[in-house]
């Protein structure tokens, strides 16, 4: 589940620095770029492909819609998706979920060890 999580902020971060970086270099006003003007810039063989191997209707009725999306969006998205996997394959295999996301885990620690006594002294935790 953790590697889901910095799965998606990496992602994220990657996209706005890509955006961040764009518009410095070409002197324009920040924006968000399209997912499908970065797949036409960056991988034009893959936009090649879809046109060659897929019907005019499948790409304007659902491609259409995905490449004119924010890309910010899209990788939100395929976080998001990313994580849904991760907490059903959690689920299916009995673990639990409260426990693999960091900072509900960092709260629940610090929550269970206030104010516990071991033998008439209380218990201190390192700062490392």
Do not use: C
Request: charged share 20%; hydrophobic share 45%.
């Amino acid at each position: 589940m953790k590697q889901a999580i910095y799965f998606t902020l990496l992602l994220v971060t990657l996209v706005l620095l890509h955006d961040t970086v764009y518009a410095e270099r070409n002197h324009v006003p920040f924006s968000l770029t399209d997912f499908g003007w970065m797949i036409q810039q960056y991988v034009p063989y893959v936009e090649t492909f879809l046109i060659d191997n897929l019907s005019q209707e499948f790409r304007s009725r659902y491609l259409g819609q995905i490449f004119n999306t924010k890309a910010l969006f899209v990788a939100f998205g395929i976080g998001g998706l990313f994580i849904l996997l991760m907490v059903v394959r959690n689920i299916r295999a009995g673990k639990s979920i409260v426990r693999e996301i960091p900072i509900i885990s960092w709260f629940s620690r610090e929550k269970s060890s206030k104010n516990s006594r071991t033998k008439g002294r209380f218990k201190y935790k390192s700062k490392d």
